[in-house]
Protein backbone atom coordinates (compact mmCIF):
# COMPACT_ATOMS: atom_id res chain seq x y z
CA UNK A 1 0.00 0.00 0.00
CA UNK A 2 3.26 2.37 0.71
CA UNK A 3 4.26 1.87 -3.03
CA UNK A 4 1.00 2.80 -4.66
CA UNK A 5 -0.04 5.90 -2.20
CA UNK A 6 3.56 7.36 -3.13
CA UNK A 7 3.45 6.67 -6.64
CA UNK A 8 1.43 9.23 -7.88
CA UNK A 9 2.90 11.98 -5.48
CA UNK A 10 6.58 10.57 -7.05
CA UNK A 11 5.68 10.67 -10.53
CA UNK A 12 4.38 14.17 -10.17
CA UNK A 13 7.78 15.32 -9.02
CA UNK A 14 9.52 14.10 -11.70
CA UNK A 15 7.13 15.59 -14.21
CA UNK A 16 7.96 19.05 -11.89
CA UNK A 17 11.48 18.55 -12.16
CA UNK A 18 11.63 18.82 -15.84
CA UNK A 19 9.24 21.17 -16.61
CA UNK A 20 6.96 18.69 -17.94
CA UNK A 21 3.86 19.20 -15.79
CA UNK A 22 3.87 23.28 -16.28
CA UNK A 23 3.83 22.60 -19.92
CA UNK A 24 1.25 19.61 -19.54
CA UNK A 25 -1.04 21.97 -17.84
CA UNK A 26 -0.41 25.32 -19.98
CA UNK A 27 -0.71 22.95 -23.44
CA UNK A 28 -3.04 20.12 -22.84
CA UNK A 29 -4.29 20.02 -26.31
CA UNK A 30 -1.19 20.42 -27.90
CA UNK A 31 0.92 18.15 -26.18
CA UNK A 32 -1.80 15.13 -25.58
CA UNK A 33 -0.70 13.42 -29.28
CA UNK A 34 2.64 12.57 -27.01
CA UNK A 35 0.62 10.70 -24.22
CA UNK A 36 -1.61 9.27 -26.14
CA UNK A 37 -2.13 7.27 -29.52
CA UNK A 38 -3.22 9.01 -32.57
CA UNK A 39 -6.39 7.00 -34.03
CA UNK A 40 -5.77 8.36 -37.70
CA UNK A 41 -5.27 5.53 -40.20
CA UNK A 42 -2.02 4.88 -41.11
CA UNK A 43 -1.78 5.47 -45.38
CA UNK A 44 0.48 4.26 -47.50
CA UNK A 45 1.95 7.82 -47.99
CA UNK A 46 2.68 8.12 -44.14
CA UNK A 47 4.40 5.06 -44.11
CA UNK A 48 6.57 5.93 -47.68
CA UNK A 49 7.13 9.52 -45.47
CA UNK A 50 8.66 8.00 -42.72
CA UNK A 51 11.84 6.34 -44.65
CA UNK A 52 15.16 6.84 -45.93
CA UNK A 53 15.22 4.43 -48.95
CA UNK A 54 18.27 2.62 -49.69
CA UNK A 55 17.74 1.73 -53.80
CA UNK A 56 19.50 -1.31 -54.87
CA UNK A 57 21.61 -1.07 -57.75
CA UNK A 58 19.36 -3.85 -59.47
CA UNK A 59 15.74 -2.32 -58.44
CA UNK A 60 14.90 1.26 -58.49
CA UNK A 61 10.95 1.46 -58.53
CA UNK A 62 10.16 -1.76 -56.30
CA UNK A 63 8.76 0.90 -52.92
CA UNK A 64 5.69 0.70 -55.60
CA UNK A 65 4.84 -2.83 -54.32
CA UNK A 66 4.81 -1.48 -50.94
CA UNK A 67 2.53 1.39 -51.94
CA UNK A 68 -0.14 -1.52 -53.36
CA UNK A 69 0.01 -2.83 -50.02
CA UNK A 70 -2.79 -0.58 -49.20
CA UNK A 71 -4.99 -1.84 -52.07
CA UNK A 72 -4.68 -5.20 -52.75
CA UNK A 73 -3.07 -6.97 -50.05
CA UNK A 74 -4.48 -9.08 -46.56
CA UNK A 75 -1.48 -7.67 -44.52
CA UNK A 76 -2.70 -4.11 -43.33
CA UNK A 77 -0.11 -1.13 -43.03
CA UNK A 78 -0.21 -1.39 -39.89
CA UNK A 79 1.05 -4.94 -39.98
CA UNK A 80 4.37 -3.77 -42.04
CA UNK A 81 4.76 -1.10 -39.32
CA UNK A 82 4.43 -3.54 -36.40
CA UNK A 83 6.96 -6.05 -38.67
CA UNK A 84 10.00 -3.38 -38.62
CA UNK A 85 9.42 -1.25 -36.00
CA UNK A 86 7.09 -2.95 -33.13
CA UNK A 87 5.13 -0.57 -33.23
CA UNK A 88 1.48 -0.08 -34.50
CA UNK A 89 0.91 3.41 -35.27
CA UNK A 90 3.52 5.77 -36.00
CA UNK A 91 5.17 7.83 -32.95
CA UNK A 92 4.06 11.65 -32.29
CA UNK A 93 7.79 12.73 -32.42
CA UNK A 94 8.48 9.88 -35.30
CA UNK A 95 11.27 6.51 -35.05
CA UNK A 96 14.70 6.94 -34.10
CA UNK A 97 16.95 5.97 -35.86
CA UNK A 98 14.57 7.12 -39.03
CA UNK A 99 13.50 3.86 -40.66
CA UNK A 100 14.95 2.61 -43.77
CA UNK A 101 14.06 0.32 -46.46
CA UNK A 102 16.56 -1.49 -48.07
CA UNK A 103 16.30 -3.96 -51.20
CA UNK A 104 17.86 -7.47 -51.26
CA UNK A 105 18.60 -10.72 -53.06
CA UNK A 106 19.79 -12.92 -50.76
CA UNK A 107 16.36 -13.46 -49.27
CA UNK A 108 12.78 -14.38 -50.62
CA UNK A 109 11.22 -13.28 -47.25
CA UNK A 110 11.54 -9.54 -45.91
CA UNK A 111 14.01 -8.85 -43.07
CA UNK A 112 13.08 -6.79 -40.10
CA UNK A 113 15.74 -5.44 -37.95
CA UNK A 114 13.17 -3.60 -35.26
CA UNK A 115 16.53 -2.38 -33.32
CA UNK A 116 17.42 -0.18 -36.49
CA UNK A 117 14.15 0.24 -37.92
CA UNK A 118 15.20 -1.43 -41.30
CA UNK A 119 12.99 -3.13 -43.48
CA UNK A 120 15.05 -5.29 -45.97
CA UNK A 121 12.75 -6.34 -48.97
CA UNK A 122 13.34 -9.05 -51.23
CA UNK A 123 13.81 -8.52 -55.07
CA UNK A 124 10.98 -10.75 -57.24
CA UNK A 125 10.58 -11.45 -60.49
CA UNK A 126 7.21 -10.79 -60.18
CA UNK A 127 4.66 -9.28 -58.16
CA UNK A 128 2.41 -12.28 -56.93
CA UNK A 129 5.61 -14.07 -55.58
CA UNK A 130 6.72 -11.02 -54.08
CA UNK A 131 3.31 -10.30 -52.32
CA UNK A 132 3.03 -14.22 -51.46
CA UNK A 133 6.16 -13.77 -49.32
CA UNK A 134 5.67 -10.45 -48.06
CA UNK A 135 2.26 -12.10 -46.67
CA UNK A 136 3.83 -15.12 -45.12
CA UNK A 137 6.54 -13.60 -43.35
CA UNK A 138 4.92 -10.57 -42.12
CA UNK A 139 2.15 -12.94 -40.65
CA UNK A 140 3.95 -15.77 -39.46
Given at each position: ????????????????????????????????????????????????????????????????????????????????LV??????????????PK??????????????????????????????????????????
Amino acid sequence: IYIYFFFPHRFREGLMSLGVLDALQKYPLQLKCLFMKSHKVLTAADLENLFQIIHSERVSNAFQDLQDAEFDSSVSLEDILVFFTGCDHVLALSFSPKPRIEFTTHSRFPIANTCENILSIPVHANYTAFQSDMDFAIRN
